[in-house]
Nanobody, 115 residues
Framework: QVQLVESGGGLVQAGGSLRLSCAAS????????MGWYRQAPGKQRELVVI???????NYAGSVKGRFTISRDNAKNSVYLQMNSLKPEDTAVYYC?????????WGRGTQVTVSS
């Protein structure tokens, strides 16, 4: 089992910044990629960005240039720096970890961007 704990969400005005953190613990060997997804009210969960074990990233077009993912392998953590936030970025943000045969999710952290 892998446990993922997110932190760093909150309320921010449009144009502001937030930094999300996700710490992984448990059976962390074999994790191929980690990333962030988000789910807004009434919408499906969508990819924000993922980073694989080689450091390659894949960003959603809507956040490219504004959000940056980073990882600290020593701390088994990934981070999401979110700049120039927009009201449409409001959602619950979920940390994700992928192994070959299983996907793990954190409980999510709320990000609310006011206009």
């Amino acid at each position: 089992q892998v446990q993922l704990v997110e932190s760093g969400g909150g309320l921010v005005q449009a144009g502001g910044s937030l930094r999300l953190s996700c710490a992984a613990s448990g059976s962390i060997s074999g994790i191929n990629a980690m990333g962030w997804y988000r789910q807004a009210p009434g919408k499906q969960r969508e990819l924000v960005v993922i980073i694989d074990s080689a450091g390659s990233t894949n960003y959603a077009g809507s956040v490219k240039g504004r959000f940056t993912i980073s990882r600290d392998n020593a701390k088994n953590s990934v981070y999401l720096q979110m700049n120039s936030l927009k009201p449409e970025d409001t959602a619950v943000y979920y940390c994700n970890a992928e192994k070959t045969w299983r996907t793990y999710w954190g409980r999510g952290t709320q990000v609310t961007v006011s206009s």
